[in-house]
Nanobody, 124 residues
Framework: QVQLVETGGGLVQAGGSLRLSCAAS????????MGWFRQPPGKEREFVAA????????AYADSVKGRFTISRDNAKNTVYLQMNSLKPEDTAVYYC?????????????????WGQGTQVTVSS
């Protein structure tokens, strides 16, 4: 089992920035890909970004390309999501999750080991 803890959420004005962190513990060696997802109020969970632990390949949702950057620190078993130029529509609970296959999947059902989430609120 892998345990994930997200931190870094908060309240920010439109145009501002936040950096989210996801610290992993447990059987991290059995994972291949880390994904970031978000769930806006009243909506379904949606893909944000993903990264391979080994080579650092990344994938992004069209809605965040050019604004968000996913990165990882293998030594710390931690994945980051740098969010710049935030918009009110970015408001959501943000989750990190582990994918047990080496595919940068956008499908939340492919992931497991979900964290508890961290709230990001962007005011206009």
């Amino acid at each position: 089992q892998v345990q994930l803890v997200e931190t870094g959420g908060g309240l920010v004005q439109a145009g501002g920035s936040l950096r989210l962190s996801c610290a992993a513990s447990g059987r991290v060696f059995s994972s291949y890909v880390m994904g970031w997802f978000r769930q806006p109020p009243g909506k379904e969970r949606e893909f944000v970004a993903a990264i391979r632990w080994t080579n650092g390949d990344t994938a992004y949702a069209d809605s965040v390309k050019g604004r968000f950057t996913i990165s990882r620190d293998n030594a710390k078993n931690t994945v980051y999501l740098q969010m710049n130029s935030l918009k009110p529509e970015d408001t959501a609970v943000y989750y990190c999750a582990i994918h047990n296959l080496p595919i940068l999947s956008t499908i939340p059902e492919r992931y497991g080991g979900w964290g508890q989430g961290t709230q990001v609120t962007v005011s206009s």
